[in-house]
C-alpha cells in the first residue's frame, strides 16, 4: 500500500462526569486525510483544506504525531499528509485530535500497523500537547479506539476500551463563539471539595456502569458534572436552555463537549437524538450565534479507511 | 415462617480509590442473628452474644434499622432479635453494618420480603448512621446485595450491584487498635486537587471496567488511592509493610478496609490470599500488637439465611 485516505473522527471528551478521562467517538463528524509514502525522510505536510493551519511539520498536530512516531521505528522513507478539515478548530470535539490520530493511524495502515492502539495513543496525544498545552489522551483515545474509552492513568498511560450501547446516540451543537483550550483550563479551581469529588467519583463509577449493563437509564442519571461545568458553562451562551431543552426532548443528558464551546446530549436512538438537535436549533435560531449541529451514532471503531 | 436465622457478613468499604462509593462482601467472617416474630409489637433486642452493646432498641444499630423499616408498614405485632456478634466493633469491616443489614434482611424475610434490596439499603443506613455519626451505605449496601457495589449517588440513594470476577478473593488483617470512624472521617481534609481527584475517578473507573472485564490486572492497577490513604495510613501501625509485603506477596493490590484499622488485600486465587495472610502475619507476630486475619473469597450474595 503507497497511500491511503482516513475518516478522523470529532469526539466528545470528559462526558460530563469524567473529566479528563472519559471520552467518546463520533461517527458522521470528522476529518480526512490522504497519507502517502515519499521517497524524502520525515513528515511533509503538503495541502491543508478547510482550516488555516500551518504546514510546518512541527507547528501541525498531525506533523508532531507523525514525528513522534517514526521516532520510534527505522524507516528510510518518509510520508505526505494531504488534511481535509471539517471539523473546525476550537469547536470542542476533539479537531487538533482528530488530525494527531489520523496521522498515526494512517501512517500505521502504511507501514503494516507495527503498532499497538495504546502506542498509536502515545504518538497522538504529543501531537494533541502542541494544541492544548499539555498532553491529553481523552479525545485521541476514542479516535483511536472507537466507542467509550477511559484514560485510567497517564502515569503510565493506561487507557481501556468500553463497550457502548448500540443505540446511543450523540447530538452536538457547537455555538461559534471562540474558546481556547487554555483559557477554559484556566479558569478550573486547583482544589475542589471532597464533597464533590465523591459525587464525581460515583457517577464516573455509575457511567461505566452503564455502559457495560447497556442501562440507558443509569447513564442517564450518572451524565452529571459536579465540578467543571457549573465553572466552564458560563462561558457558553444559552448553555443552560440547551440543557433544559435536551432533556425535554428525551435526551439521556448533556453536558458540555470537551472544554466546549460545544454542547453534547446523549439519546436513545436516532429518533429522540433528531429531537434534541430541533429543540437546540429553536434556541440559537432566535440569537445573533452563528451555530452547527450534528447528530451521530457513537462510533464503535474510531479512525478508519475510506476508499482512495 | 416464625423464626430465621441470618448470617450476616463483614463488609470492605472505600476499597482503596472509591471512598465512599465502593464497597465489596466477604464471606467467611460475619455476625449471626436470630429473629424471631412477636406478638409484642416493637422491635426487641433480646440478646447480644460477644459484644458489649446496648439492648436500648433505640440505641443500638440493629434496633434502629429494624424500626425505619417498621415505619413504613403495617404490622401489628413484633420482632425479637438476637444478635450473635463475631465481628469486633471498630474493626472496619463493617460491624454495625452487618447488624443493620441483618436485622432488616432478616425481618424482611419473615414479612415475606416486601421491600426491595434498594429500601432495605436505605433502612440499614439508618441503623448505620447511629454508629458512624452520618448515614453510609458503602457497607450495608454489598452486605444486603452482596459483591461489590457502587453507591452512585446519595441524593436520591442510587446503589448498583457490581459483578465480581469468581477467583478475587479479599485477606483482612485487624490489628487491635482503636480507630473510631468519626475520629478517622475528622482527619480528611475538606478540600483535595482536581489532579488527585481525577486520578482518582480514573482508577473508579478503571476498578469498576475490571470487575466488569473479569481483568484482575486492571483492578489491580486501579486499586490506588491517593487521596484517604495517604492520611489515614499514619494511624494503622505497619501499613506500608502490610502493602509491601501483600503485594511480594501476590496481591493484586492492598488498601484500608473502611475507616480502618483493618487493612485489606485482594488477590487471585484462594491460594494467593492464604500467602499474602501468611506474609502479613509475619509482620504483626513481631509486634505487641493482638491481630486477627480472615482471609474470604468476595460473597456473591450478601446477607442469607442459616439452617435454624
Known sequence: MKAVKIFCPGTIANVSCGFDVLGLCLDSVGDEMIIRKSEIPGIHITKIVGADLPLATQKNVAGVAALAMLKEITYEGGFEIEIYKKIKAGSGIGSSAASAAGAVFGINELLGNPFTNAKLVEFAMQGEALASGAPH????????????????????????????????????????????????????????????????????????????????????????????????????????????????????????????????????????????????????????????IHTSKVNPTGCKILPL
Open 137 to 292: 489522551a481523552d479525545n485521541v483515545a476514542p479516535a483511536l479506539m472507537g466507542g467509550a474509552t477511559l484514560v485510567r492513568s497517564y502515569t503510565p498511560l493506561d487507557v481501556i476500551g468500553l463497550p457502548t450501547p448500540s443505540e446511543l446516540y450523540a447530538t452536538v451543537v457547537h455555538p461559534q463563539i471562540e474558546v481556547k483550550t487554555a483559557d477554559s483550563r484556566a479558569i478550573l479551581k486547583h482544589n475542589v471539595t471532597l464533597k464533590k469529588a465523591i459525587q464525581q467519583w460515583g457517577n464516573v463509577g455509575g457511567f461505566v456502569s452503564g455502559l457495560f449493563l447497556n442501562d440507558y437509564e443509569l447513564i442517564s442519571r450518572s451524565l452529571e458534572d459536579v465540578i467543571v461545568e457549573p465553572i466552564r458553562s458560563v462561558l457558553i451562551p444559552y448553555f443552560k436552555a440547551v440543557k433544559t431543552a435536551s432533556k425535554d426532548a428525551g435526551a439521556l443528558g448533556s453536558g458540555i463537549s470537551g472544554s466546549g464551546p460545544s454542547i453534547f446530549a446523549l439519546s436513545k436512538g436516532a429518533e429522540t437524538a433528531n429531537e434534541v438537535a430541533d429543540a437546540i436549533r429553536k434556541i440559537y435560531e432566535h440569537t445573533e450565534i452563528p451555530f452547527d
